[in-house]
């Protein structure tokens, strides 16, 4: 931490813009007042992989509903999950529920202070420790996102590809947090990366740290952070089935509790494979005359691409499974809609 000098320096005049540009989040506490760890923490795991803007009104709904972690910890698994469809990355609400459980189930409604606590919790890594140790607890942490990283990057015109930056930009931010304001500090940096130090078209002019900004001086704000050469996304190839009942309802089946999509329901279907298009040899779950939809249903995940063929069919005799009417819960109105099962 660094009290004099140019760190001080920067801390200060960030604070100093903080002050009159702090965007108003329903999470964060007005004035002086003590930030609620519950509100740090549901905003922060809410904000992983999503904008601002997505978030705002989920952490309405689910602090109205849940005011409190023990609310959140009393309540049905399918309930949150249902709460949270939307947003995306369902590990997440999971994470979310197994931490509200842990928290008032072992540490009686409060969370730990500092990073190792809140590390050892499901769905915190370290980014979200450092976060909500810092604003919620007023703990000196480096909390680092891409934001921050841009962010720091520029400052220090730091031209090494960003994959290998990282350790370096924690480094530098631990040392620009002041001893005082360290969550106000945590945010302020949030929000000059969300506003001002944006990814195109910097506006350098209305930043604090214009003048101490090496990107800025040399004209190489725009193109700073270096990423590595994106490799491409994989594809991976599977098939899917809608089949339905006479009496109009469809088969589901719900996917393993770990792994891509853990616990949600989907239609039946083939594996997900790399490589050439498979046919759907012995995964259609029964025996019939099967009508393929034309196209293919397309979607990126973070790490390959999928790409689904959809067979239609119908049965008389009822069978085992699951069988929903579309009308009802998730409501796929179409073979051509089964993407929404599959949280496309
Ligand atoms: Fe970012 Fe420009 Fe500020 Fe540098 S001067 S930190 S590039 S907004």
């Not at 279907?269 to 393929?292: H, L, Q, T, V, Y």
């Amino acid at each position: 931490m660094a009290e004099q000098g140019p760190n001080h320096g920067l801390a200060a005049g960030l604070l100093r813009w903080y002050g009159r540009h702090a965007r108003s989040l329903p999470w964060r506490a007005p004035g002086s007042r003590r930030p609620n760890p519950y509100h740090v923490w549901l905003s922060e795991i809410m904000l992983q992989q999503t904008t601002v803007a997505a978030v705002i009104p989920y952490f309405q709904k689910f602090t109205a509903r849940w005011p409190g972690i023990g609310d959140l910890a009393a309540a049905s698994l399918d309930d949150v999950l249902a709460a949270w469809a939307g947003l995306g990355y369902y590990a997440r609400a999971r994470n979310l529920h197994a931490c509200a459980k842990t928290i008032a189930g072992k540490f009686g409604g409060q969370f730990p202070e500092n990073e190792d606590g809140l590390l050892a919790l499901p769905g915190i890594g370290p980014y979200t420790a450092a976060a909500i140790a810092a604003i919620a607890f007023g703990r000196s942490a480096a909390a680092v996102d891409g934001n921050v990283e841009r962010v720091i990057s520029r400052l220090d015109a730091i031209e090494t590809p960003l994959s290998q930056a990282k350790s370096a930009i924690t480094s530098r931010v631990l040392d620009l947090v002041p001893a005082m304001r360290p969550g106000d500090f945590a945010q302020a940096l949030m929000d000059l990366g969300a506003t001002v130090c944006t990814p195109r078209t910097p506006r350098c002019e209305l930043c604090p740290w214009t003048l101490a900004c090496k990107a800025k001086a040399r004209g190489m704000a725009e193109i700073l952070p270096r990423k590595a050469a994106k490799k491409k996304a994989p594809v991976r190839f599977g098939h899917v089935f809608w089949l339905e009942r006479s009496d109009g309802t469809v088969l589901l089946r719900r996917r393993p509790e770990i792994g891509l999509l853990g616990g949600m329901l989907e239609f039946p279907g083939s594996e997900w494979m790399e490589g050439a298009r498979r046919s759907p040899n012995g995964s259609a779950p029964a025996d019939i005359s099967w009508k393929r939809i034309p196209g293919s249903v397309q979607h990126t995940f973070t790490h390959f691409k999928l790409e689904l063929i959809v067979h239609q069919g119908m049965i008389n005799s009822p069978s085992g499974g699951l069988w929903l009417h579309p009308e009802i819960s998730p409501p796929p109105r179409s073979p051509q809609s089964c993407a929404r099962l599959h949280g496309m």
